[in-house]
């Protein structure tokens, strides 16, 4: 297989894993009261309106010439805190929406490359459904890293006391700085522990799948 072809392949599953994502922010926050990604246009699958230049495209293409695991990040989905449901809870449920939706379309992907035997091939079928799953599962473990404004954060944010809170909300311009610092500073940290969660995640799928094969 060409690197064209490759490499094709990477832009097209970031694309839709990127899409997804940012939608199932939007979708869950509109569930839960607030429609202001509704009214900016942004419950849609057009992917002009989610993607950013860097952490969605740059990024995840540098880590692969790296031979990093894939990651990345798209533009926030605008949600005004206010209306959701449940206050910080639902600030939660919204943010935890985007990395299931990642680790969901791995799933899937797995399913359906174990399915039809395409992870043991080397062919396009076989390097679309392996993409589809480290693409995926890279988005997923990095955006649930606690690190404002990371989505993992949210959560966090939500469990956490007032002191801690205060802390999150001062890094919430510049936490991701850090995570880009952390990546180019300690790549082969970032890499190990990437890849770990990765395998792990993985090594369920196995599991789940065999489970119900046997």
Do not use: Q
């Not at 694309?15 to 979708?27: F, Q, R």
């Not at 082969?188 to 799928?205: C, K, N, P, Q, R």
């Amino acid at each position: 297989m060409s690197w064209m072809v490759s490499l094709l392949i990477v832009l097209g599953v970031i694309l839709v894993s990127m899409i997804l994502h940012e939608l199932a922010h939007g979708v869950v926050a509109y569930w839960l009261g607030d429609d202001t990604a509704k009214r900016e246009g942004r419950l849609t699958l057009n992917p002009l309106k989610h993607l950013d230049p860097v952490l969605s495209v740059v990024m995840p293409l540098l880590l692969l010439a790296m031979g990093m695991p894939i990651f990345g990040g798209a533009k926030p989905v605008p949600i005004n805190t206010r209306n959701l449901k449940h206050g910080v809870w639902g600030m939660a449920l919204v943010a935890v929406a985007g990395p299931l939706t990642n680790i969901l379309l791995a799933f899937v992907a797995f399913v359906i490359g174990y399915a039809t035997g395409a992870l043991m091939d080397l062919g396009v079928a076989g390097v679309i459904c392996w993409r589809f799953i480290t693409v995926n599962l890279g988005f997923g473990v990095f955006n649930l890293i606690p690190i404002p404004p990371l989505d993992g954060s949210r959560v966090l944010y939500a469990l956490a006391p007032d002191g801690v809170r205060r802390v999150m909300e001062g890094m919430e311009r510049w936490g991701i700085w850090v995570v880009m610092i952390l990546v180019v500073a300690v790549p082969s940290v970032v890499s190990t522990l990437m890849s770990g969660a990765m395998m792990g995640i993985l090594d369920g799928f196995y599991w789940i799948v065999n489970w119900f094969v046997v």
